[in-house]
Nanobody
Framework: QVQLVESGGGLVQAGGSLRLSCAASGSILSDNIMGWYRQAPGQRDLVATITSGGTTTYADSVKGRFTISRDNAMNTVYLQMNTLKPEDTAVYYC?????????WGQGTQVTVFS
């Protein structure tokens, strides 16, 4: 089993920044994909992912504003969010994909006000 603990959400004014962190523990494999998803009322959407080797993908809506990174030694993934917009308001979930099996954190609320 894999456990994920997120931190770093909160309330921020538009144009501001937040940094999310997610620490993974348990049966962590050396080869996995860590990522962030978000859910406003409706479906859960991909925000960004990063492989063990550092290859990243981003949703078009966050490209140039958000940066995903990871510390493999600490099994931690980060999401630096800059130039936040009200439409970024959502619950952000950490995700680990290990050989097609997905694990989720409990979610952290990000609220951006104008």
């Amino acid at each position: 089993q894999v456990q994920l603990v997120e931190s770093g959400g909160g309330l921020v004014q538009a144009g501001g920044s937040l940094r999310l962190s997610c620490a993974a523990s348990g049966s962590i494999l050396s080869d996995n994909i860590m990522g962030w998803y978000r859910q406003a009322p409706g479906q859960r959407d991909l925000v960004a992912t990063i492989t063990s080797g550092g290859t990243t993908t981003y949703a078009d809506s966050v490209k140039g504003r958000f940066t995903i990174s990871r510390d493999n030694a600490m099994n931690t993934v980060y999401l630096q969010m800059n130039t936040l917009k009200p439409e970024d308001t959502a619950v952000y979930y950490c995700n680990v994909d290990q050989m097609g099996r997905h694990y989720w954190g409990q979610g952290t609320q990000v609220t951006v006000f104008s």
